[in-house]
């Protein structure tokens, strides 16, 4: 029997659960989530792998519940490639993270209310090498620009399909459809890392295309 390594009542131990059988699974009838993709986004960066179709992490089925073609899933292994967690994130910096950005989006600048406003790591998790420290309530002003931004959902999720194209191809990816990278080149160096792609630092890129 396989144990779940989620916590119970959770969004990722639900998921497990229907797909620890390794077939395909409908995700608008079979997950407790309405949008079950942050969930499945984590569980990818968590070491476990998917089957991947195209550059989508899902396949169009029909769906007899549904009666209807829908976004399936599926599970391609119980063993997990990566163990790399994250570190304590206490809820009070997160408020500060906030109130520090205006919960406005980094890449569109506009404003997003409350907690939709999502706290995104600049360097993605796909791309740590250890696991995560954990982070001081205390830090200043420039340790928070230099580590997190704030992200709408939506951008949150392609920011996310970007790094990880990004690691498949070993081709950073263009914000915006805008090939221009103010560190680097489209080839990604481990030397440079995420500096000077748009995706690490929308606010910074902007600035220096707008130079341009």
Request: hydrophobic letters at 25%; glycine letters at 6%.
């Amino acid at each position: 029997m396989v144990k779940n390594p989620y916590p119970e009542g959770t969004v990722k131990n639900q998921i497990f659960e229907k797909l620890k059988d390794l077939n395909w699974h409908c995700s608008q009838h079979e997950f407790s989530s309405s949008q079950p993709a942050k969930a499945l986004q984590i569980m990818r960066q968590e070491g476990f792998q998917f089957e991947k179709i195209g550059q989508n992490w899902e396949r169009r089925m029909f769906c007899k519940v549904c009666n209807k073609k829908t976004p399936h899933r599926k599970l391609i292994s119980l063993k997990r490639e990566r163990n790399l967690t994250r570190g304590n994130f206490p809820e009070k910096l997160k408020e500060r993270i906030r109130k520090y950005y205006g919960c406005r989006d980094e890449i569109t600048g506009g404003s997003i209310t409350g907690r939709t406003a999502e706290i995104d790591h600049r360097s993605p998790q796909i791309r740590w090498k250890e696991k995560e420290k954990d982070w001081d309530v205390n830090m200043n002003n420039e340790e928070i620009e230099k580590n997190f931004m704030i992200l709408s959902r939506e951008n949150n999720l392609l920011k996310s399909r970007a790094c990880e194209k990004c690691v498949k191809s070993g081709k950073r990816q263009a914000l915006l459809g805008i090939k221009f990278f103010y560190i680097g080149k489209e080839e990604y160096e481990d030397i440079i890392g995420c500096d000077g792609c748009g995706w690490h630092n929308p606010k910074k890129w902007k600035e220096e295309l707008n130079k341009k």
